[in-house]
């Protein structure tokens, strides 16, 4: 190549007129916006949880910046921060607007300028709800003292400018915009030294203007920067291929909504300049060429005429590439050929997120290759899904892909790796990357097509023989697949030359130097795609051909919609009797396959999901509604031996609670695990309603005893029934017995009577209206069909009956005691009758709110009802708090220790 005084020659191949059919390149919404949209207010929460916790570091951190400089240090800056924020404000937004609207993207600025309007609205939105509910801990980490005043220093304009930034474009891609984020944090940083705003607030103000930016962006779309057009088809020419002919297929692509654009290719065949320099064109500019470059110089939607007019101009487009086709026939015949097999219908295409743009490529040749484009802005989809692959899966990680570039790379090794150790695979031709895509270039597999594109009809053993075969010679080479679904296994074609063949494509998930259980997940996929289509005798059969019986029963373990591909587990779950008649078969072809000791892929079973989230939901109740000072203070004026009482005294509920299980249940239950189901109950109250906690964990221990669900929900209920009966018993008893109906001043006679004749006119009313009626009978009889058969039941055994109804006073008795002991334990007592219906109406009262264990509702209750009683106001609220540590509090350490004990029992 030669060069002069000017540069180097730009290298040159031959130039060629190329026909693109496409999909016009239009705004996309990118995945990553929305991303760092939601990253950014995740930030602002943990920076502002940042300024309560731990106010003293962040106030120390601002505070160490403000004295790095001294005063007269700040003075002198004072002028040239006034001069850049004039610049800020002023004059670079209005650079950015003339250079966006030079580049005829008026969009993106009307985007730009709403997006700073939400911003300014949001950022004064949010000053005005922390100046009127912030707690003091939130606000002091905002507030300056600024014009005789305490002010909060969130920026509204530094926020607007954010969002304006944000929303125009890129930093990387917009040098004035990467000037004016500089400026922006120069600014910021010096506001905080001179101490007009907080470092909390000033990261708060650029957050709000990066989330609102982002949000616009993903919501309005930005202009594509994937590589169309004449970039794509110099992309395709770097890899290798000379093309005439780019056709869109995949991806749902309908006919009718390809569009014609022809450009004019002038750059090199590979990636190395010809060894001579091409000379310059000469002569006219056929027509079609004038055309093809109008279109590309044009906006992206101008190119957007109907099918019908770009199946019209085939023949002049023909014409125009003559001297490239006259002698080679297929290209026409193979383009026909592709637009016959593409839908026809009248919805436009929708380009699914995170899928990759496949392309068929024509050549001067006649020969057709398949690209496959990996785009930047759908890559954080991949990356993402990889992430969680990791986090979920267990054994099955990979190395993931930060990049565009990675992606593409181990993808090509991939490719080239299982062409090398001769599976029958697509042949990788090249890779080129240009504006933000990589394109992949590989060979096409004439006469065969996906298994997703043929009946199930014609799917032979021979195919599926041959399938198993490939995958065979892949794993000997050390290589898995990882994502073997009816689109990544191609079948040739019963009438062609290659008729049974079989090639395995779509490697860019696959690993290299596999391990033993990643090549035993490949198998499951497999034997699992065919099962769903020929029926698993069939495809274990075919399997048996080729696999050992060792390998066949290695399968059986992973038979889980974790080891399957999003695709095949998707019709696995719409066929779960194929899945069922699936494992059935496998067991009964290989016996030793149900004895296979599980293999666990998921690292987060919804057991232990459930079991961290009480954890944590319990954690943040425990540190949020206690006071522990005041609790320290109660417990400090309490008589120790009272609360070891009253805290022995509860543990015995558990036993009582256990005893009512036990006797209702039809199936034998040891007392002693049935207790400690009950104790696992006390950390399930945490994050569940009083009474609806320990009922599901009580479902949930039957059904693991082998009851079924109907027979366990009717012992459950009958047991609550029968509590609720069995306490109401024990408040008359107790009247009667003591002869007395209790000391309660503060319940006049006439007031009780009011709410008795309310109750009664309300159960009347429910009764006399017709559609009342229905409603609460309709409510009601479930519950009464479900428990009347075990009440029947437990009736004909009167032991089991006693000793379920000697559980549920034990259970009662228990708490009425441990309540006692703790009024005790400040020197008071009340009658029985008294502290019962206190306790009684509390406990009912604070649980019919819908707060987990009904905190502080029970409390509140309780304490109101003692000082009803009498009982001093500073006392009754102590006793509650005393009452409920030791009852609830206390105990949700030993529950946590019952609910692991039990999952690793499998017990629950």
Do not use: C
């Not at 015949?333 to 592709?338: A, K």
């Not at 392309?359 to 992430?387: K, N």
């Not at 097509?449 to 032979?460: E, K, M």
């Not at 002991?821 to 020197?827: K, R």
């Amino acid at each position: 190549m030669s060069t002069d005084s000017a540069g180097p020659v730009t290298p040159r191949g031959p130039v060629r007129q190329v026909r693109i059919l496409d999909i016009p390149l239009t705004r996309v919404r990118r995945p990553v916006d929305l991303v760092l949209m939601l990253l950014s207010l995740l930030g602002i929460a943990a920076v502002l949880a940042l300024a309560v916790y731990a106010y003293a570091t962040t106030t120390g951190v601002t505070e160490d910046v403000q004295s790095a400089l001294a005063q007269v240090v700040r003075t002198i800056l004072l002028v040239p921060v006034n001069v850049i924020e004039g610049l800020l404000i002023l004059v670079l937004p209005i650079i950015v607007v003339i250079e966006q609207l030079v580049r005829r993207n008026v969009r993106a600025v009307l985007d730009a300028i709403a997006a700073a309007a939400v911003a300014y609205v949001v950022a004064l939105l949010a000053i005005w709800l922390l100046d009127a509910f912030a707690t003091n801990a939130l606000a002091r980490s905002l507030l300056r003292f600024q014009d005789g005043a305490w002010v909060i220093t969130i920026s509204a304009p530094v926020a607007a400018l954010g969002a304006f930034l944000t929303a125009v474009g890129t930093s990387d891609r917009r040098r004035i915009v990467r000037i004016s984020w500089n400026l922006l944090w120069f600014v910021l940083i010096v506001t905080v030294i001179t101490g007009t705003a907080t470092l909390v607030a000033a990261i708060v103000s650029v957050l709000i203007g990066r989330a609102s930016g982002l949000g616009m962006r993903y919501l309005s779309g930005v202009l594509s920067q994937r590589a169309h057009g004449l970039e794509l088809v110099e992309g395709i020419r770097r890899a290798g291929v000379d093309p005439i002919r780019v056709i869109r297929i995949g991806d749902s692509t309908l006919a009718e909504d390809l569009r014609q654009d022809v450009v004019e290719a002038a750059g090199p065949i590979g990636y190395t300049a010809p060894s001579f320099a091409t000379p310059p064109r000469t002569g006219t500019v056929p027509p079609i060429a004038a055309q093809a470059e109008a279109t590309t110089t044009a906006e992206p939607a101008a190119a957007t005429d109907t099918h019908g007019a770009a199946t019209d101009s085939l023949d002049s487009a023909d014409e125009a590439l003559g001297a490239a086709t006259d002698a080679h026939a297929g290209p026409i015949d193979t383009e026909t050929s592709l637009l016959a097999q593409l839908p026809e219908s009248a919805t436009v295409a929708n380009e699914r997120e995170g899928a990759n743009r496949v392309y068929a490529v024509i050549d001067a040749d006649g020969v057709r290759w398949d690209a496959v484009v990996l785009d930047g802005d759908r890559q954080v989809i991949g990356m993402l899904s990889a992430v969680i692959s990791t986090i979920v899966r267990r054994g099955l990680a990979r190395r993931t892909a930060v990049s565009l570039r990675q992606a593409a790379e181990r993808a090509a090794l991939m490719y080239y790796a299982a062409s090398a150790a001769g599976v029958n695979s697509p042949r990788l031709r090249g890779i080129a990357e240009t504006e933000d895509s990589v394109l992949l270039l590989g060979e096409h597999i004439d006469h065969a097509r996906q298994l997703s594109d043929i009946p199930n009809s014609t799917i032979t053993d021979e195919v599926m023989i041959n399938a198993w075969k490939q995958l065979q010679i892949a794993h000997e080479a050390g290589l898995a697949h990882r994502n073997l679904t009816a689109d990544t296994l191609m079948i040739a074609d019963a009438d062609g030359p290659d008729a049974g063949e079989v090639w395995l494509n779509g490697w860019e998930e696959g690993e290299i130097a596999s391990g033993s259980l990643a090549r035993r997940v490949d198998r499951t996929q497999l034997l699992t795609l065919l099962a769903l289509r020929v029926g698993p005798e069939r495809a274990i059969a075919a399997a048996a051909r080729v696999l050992s019986i060792e390998q066949l029963a290695e399968i059986a373990p992973l038979l889980q919609p974790i080891a399957l591909p999003m695709q095949t587990r998707s019709e696995a779950r719409a066929d779960k009797a194929g899945m069922a008649a699936l494992r059935a078969h496998l067991v009964d072809f290989i016996p030793t396959a149900g004895v296979v000791e599980p293999i666990r892929l998921s690292r987060f079973s919804a057991r232990t999901v459930i079991t961290l989230t009480i954890a944590v939901v319990a954690g943040w109740a425990l540190l949020t509604t206690l006071n522990f000072q005041e609790i320290a203070e109660v417990i400090s004026e309490a008589n120790p031996f009272w609360m070891v009482v009253a805290f022995a005294l509860g543990l015995v509920t558990y036993v009582g609670s256990a005893m009512g299980l036990v006797g209702f249940s039809p199936e034998k239950l040891g007392l002693w695990r049935t207790t400690l189901v009950q104790v696992a109950a006390s950390v399930v109250t945490l994050v569940a309603p009083a009474g609806v906690g320990p009922a599901a964990l009580n479902l949930r221990y039957m059904q693991k005893r082998g009851l079924e669900t109907p027979v366990a929900l009717a012992t459950v209920a009958l047991l609550q029934v029968s509590q609720f009966v069995t306490t109401v018993l024990l408040l008359i008893a107790i009247a009667l017995l003591t002869g007395s109906s209790g000391a309660l001043q503060g319940f006049p006679s006439g007031a009780a009577l009011i709410v008795a004749a309310a109750l009664a006119v309300v159960v009347g009313v429910a009764f006399a209206v017709p559609a009342l009626r229905r409603w609460v009978i309709a409510k009601v009889t479930p519950t009464l069909k479900q428990v009347w058969p075990r009440l029947v039941w437990v009736v004909g055994q009167p032991q089991r009956l006693a000793f379920a109804l000697g559980g549920n006073l034990v259970q009662t008795l228990g708490y009425l005691a441990s309540f006692a002991a703790a009024l005790a334990a400040f020197g008071q007592t009340l009658p029985a009758t008294t502290l019962a219906i206190i306790y009684l109406t509390g406990t009912a009262v604070g649980s019919a709110v819908p707060t987990p264990g009904g905190i502080g509702t029970v409390e509140f209750a309780l304490s109101t009802g003692l000082r009803t009683a009498g009982i001093a106001t500073a006392t009754a609220a102590s006793t509650a708090v005393l009452f409920r540590v030791l009852t609830f509090w206390i105990r949700v350490p030993l529950g946590w220790a019952a609910l692991r004990y039990l999952q690793k029992q499998n017990a629950l």
